[in-house]
C-alpha cells in the first residue's frame, strides 16, 4: 500500500546542467514493517547506500555531484525535511567525502551543512 505525503502530481525544474528534473513529492510506505520515505529522482548512478534496512537506511542518487534522490527507512521528521529540500534544490555533494561516510548520522551532519 503506498500513500503520499503531499500531492501526486510530479513538478519539473530546469537545471543547471542542462536536464530536466522530475521531482517526485514525498513517498512513503509501510511494506514488511519498514517504513520507508522516496524524495526525488532515481536519476542517476546510486552512490552509496548507508545503515542498515530495519534500523536506519539511507540511500542517495547522484547525477553530476548533484543529489537527485534519496529513499531513507525509519527515518524522523527532520531528516525527512532535510532530504526533501537538497534533492529539491539537487544540492551539490562531494562524492570522496560520501564514500568516506559510515553512518547515515554523519551523511546527515554533510547534508545540512
Same mark, same amino acid.
Given at each position: ?23 517526485? #513529492?514525498? &513517498? /512513503?510506505?509501510?511494506?514488511? $514493517?519498514?517504513?520507508? /520515505?522516496?524524495?526525488?529522482? $532515481?536519476?542517476? #548512478? +546510486? ?5 542498515? +534496512?530495519?534500523?536506519? +537506511?539511507?540511500? +542517495?542518487?547522484?547525477? !553530476? ?12 521528521? $527532520?531528516?525527512? !525535511? ?6 529539491? !534544490?539537487?544540492?551539490?555533494? /562531494? ?11 554523519? &551523511?546527515?551532519?554533510?547534508?545540512? /551543512?
Amino acid at each position: 500500500e503506498q500513500s503520499t505525503a503531499n500531492s501526486q502530481t510530479t513538478a519539473t525544474t530546469g537545471t543547471a546542467i542542462g536536464k530536466a528534473f522530475e521531482y517526485h #513529492p514525498s &513517498v /512513503s510506505s509501510n511494506i514488511l $514493517n519498514i517504513k520507508w /520515505s522516496f524524495f526525488g529522482d $532515481n536519476t542517476g #548512478p +546510486l552512490i552509496k547506500i548507508f545503515g542498515d +534496512l530495519h534500523i536506519k +537506511l539511507l540511500v +542517495l542518487w547522484l547525477w !553530476q555531484g548533484r543529489i537527485q534522490g534519496a529513499l531513507i527507512t525509519n527515518g524522523n521528521v $527532520n531528516e525527512h !525535511q532535510i532530504l526533501s529540500d537538497i534533492t529539491k !534544490q539537487q544540492k551539490i555533494v /562531494s562524492i570522496k567525502n560520501l564514500k568516506d561516510l559510515t553512518s547515515v548520522q554523519d &551523511v546527515f551532519s554533510i547534508l545540512s /551543512s
